[in-house]
């Protein structure tokens, strides 16, 4: 989170409290605060943010895409075809922010609830492409067997 050019905050590592980054003392509980740990765990924080927004974007887009390609019976196989540009979109956003995760390497409450919303992403995402090859495998055994 960046609040201003130069004040920019993480959490308290004793009470996990907010503190801002020119802090000595965290306000809460009265800890001891390193400054140079502080621009790399505020930095650390930033990240997580960001993380958890591209999460949530994610998110919003796999729910798009499940939402256009339940219109594909009203309008056609053409809007099923951007259900599935959107989830190939949804998949990709949240297997890189998954990657992001992994490669940040920390433990941190944050960071556990973008992982979280990042694997719903995943999830929703797939939902549209597994419903199609489906259909398309019911599609074709049905159809070979009303052949029969
Ligand atoms: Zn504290």
């Known amino acids: 989170m960046i609040l201003g050019p130069s004040l920019r905050v993480y959490a308290c590592p004793a ?23 502080a621009d790399e765990r505020a930095d650390l ?11 949530d974007f994610a998110l ?23 259900g599935c540009i959107l989830s190939g979109a949804a998949v ?12 940040l390497k920390a433990e941190d409450a944050d960071l556990k609830r973008a992982r979280m919303v990042a694997r719903r992403a995943l999830g929703v995402a797939l939902v549209v492409p597994v419903t199609a090859v489906v259909v398309v495998v019911l599609a074709v055994v049905l159809g070979i067997s009303f052949r029969r």
Request: aromatic share 10%; glycine share 8%.
């Open 15 to 37: 009470c996990k409290t907010t503190v801002n980054t020119i802090a000595a003392f965290c306000p809460h509980c009265g800890g001891a605060l390193d400054p140079k740990l």
């Open 45 to 55: 924080q930033s990240s997580i943010s960001q993380l958890y927004s591209d999460a």
């Open 60 to 82: 919003i887009v796999g729910g798009m895409a499940v939402t256009v390609a339940v219109w594909t019976f009203w309008f056609g196989a053409i809007v099923l075809l951007v």
């Open 92 to 103: 990709f956003m949240a297997l890189r922010v998954m990657a992001r995760i992994a490669r």
